[in-house]
Structure formats: structure tokens, C-alpha cells
């Protein structure tokens, strides 16, 4: 996944990368970002390419990590929580009623899966691979996307 930004701090071989989003996903909200009103996210990348504060450059990310990091924050707990409901209902039926125990299950289910996310993005986070600078666009200021389609 590639993306345009402008580097606001430079530290060792490292660059601080400011990313803008078109103004049709500022709206959204989903990332977070645009609830700050910013409408931008700050990036560390490494500097391959020796950028320098003020320049406009393209980043690299790998998007099979996005892809696992989205699974597991968004699948994960789906499927512990349907999990969870589903024994639940299962375990009803041979015991009797006993006080809704799907919900109790899927609930409980739900947040062994937070601690399992918790526990995984640790991991990935001692190990993560940064987004890379890959190449210098302009010296000047990069002013946004110049189209708004998504």
C-alpha cells in the first residue's frame, strides 16, 4: 500500500511522515483520525531515501500486515463472540435453562478475544515492519490529494 506525506521530523534513520486522506474518507471517521478534526495521521517510515523535513514523499506499507491487523481487530472477536453464543445455546439445550448462558459464554468469549488481540498486537508491535520511504516527490509542501475519488 503506497501513500503520499510530508515528512515533519526526521529522527536517525527514521522519518515522522504526516499521511492527508481525501476529503470523502475525512468524513468517514472510521480511522479515527478525522474525529480529531485533523484529517491526517502521523507515520514513522524508515528513511531510506535520506528525506528532509518539508519534503513531500511516498511511503510503502506492507498491506498483508494491515490485512492480518484488520482480521484480528475486527474478525477475531466476531468469532469468539458468535462462538461463544452458539456453545452457549448448545449447552442450554442439554442443561436446561440456565439463565441465558449463550449470553454469558458470548460475552465472556468476547473478552478473552480482547486479551488475545491485546496479547498479539504486543507481539507485533516489538516486531513490526515500518512503512518505508521509497521515494522523494517535492521539496515543497504536499497540499492533499487532487482528486476526491475513493
Known sequence: MEQVGLVVEVKDDKAVVAVQRHDVCAKCGGCGAAVSGSGETHLEALNKVNAAVGQTVMISSDTA???KA???VYMVPLLF???????GQQLDGILGYVARL????GITLLLISYLLVRIYDRK???RRTLATVIEILHDEPYTGPEDEKC
Open 65 to 67: 500486515q494491515v490485512l
Open 124 to 126: 507485533l508491535s516489538r
Open 81 to 87: 463472540l458468535l462462538a461463544g453464543l452458539y456453545i
Open 70 to 72: 484488520s482480521f484480528m
Open 102 to 105: 449463550d449470553i454469558i459464554l
